[in-house]
């Protein structure tokens, strides 16, 4: 059975993720897999568990959003981070809102530490597009949507779109596939 991709404005969107505990390893392990799929039908490079209505702080990524390139896959589980540096200011899309994209204020690097499934810990210092992803699906396991750090310029822009996927998610439609405008939707 596949997972479905969870749309704005899913109240599971707003829910803060549980962290992953040695116990749910098993679950762990038979979702990663169904998570990639969703991810690269999608054809996002990252995808946070409550995105596919999962509610474990789990994040899946591949940067190259190549379904071949498996060496790239990167499964980050109760991912935190660290410590934040410089700024950036660029545009953003998630697949949870399809069809918006606006620029998003970021740090521009980030150093983050999280756990594989193996249940090592590992330590990350990233910049640019990685540094974007670990922001961006942290706030995916906080119930934080990219609409909240919008400007409000942008989200008056975005409003006729934002109420067409609030008409969707109350006749319990799928959203209309909208190409984003970025190439990496997380
Ligand atoms: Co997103």
């Known amino acids: ?30 979702t ?29 990524a591949n940067l190259t959003a190549d379904p071949q390139n498996k060496a790239e896959e990167k499964v980050f589980l109760n991912p935190q981070i660290r410590k934040k540096s410089g700024s950036m200011f660029e545009d953003e899309g998630c697949l949870s809102l399809p069809g918006i994209t606006a620029k998003i204020r970021r740090a521009a690097g980030v150093k983050a530490v999280y756990f594989d ?13 990685c540094a974007k992803l670990f922001q961006h699906e942290i706030d995916h396991l906080d119930g934080v949507l990219m609409i909240d750090k919008m400007s409000a310029a942008d989200i008056k822009q975005f409003k006729p779109l934002l109420r067409e996927l609030e008409e969707d998610y109350k006749a319990k439609r799928e959203p209309k596939h909208r190409r984003n405008a970025v ?3 997380l």
């Open 117 to 129: 499934v193996e249940g090592q810990m590992w330590e990350v210092d990233c910049e640019g597009l």
């Open 1 to 30: 059975m596949g997972l479905k991709m969870v749309f704005y404005p899913d109240p599971r969107l707003r829910e803060v993720s549980k962290a992953v505990m040695p116990e749910d390893m098993t679950q762990i392990r038979e």
């Open 183 to 185: 190439p990496t939707e």
């Open 32 to 60: 990663v897999p169904r998570m990639f799929e969703v991810m690269y039908r999608q054809r996002g490079v990252g995808l946070a568990g409550p995105q596919v209505g999962f509610m474990r702080r789990i994040i899946v």
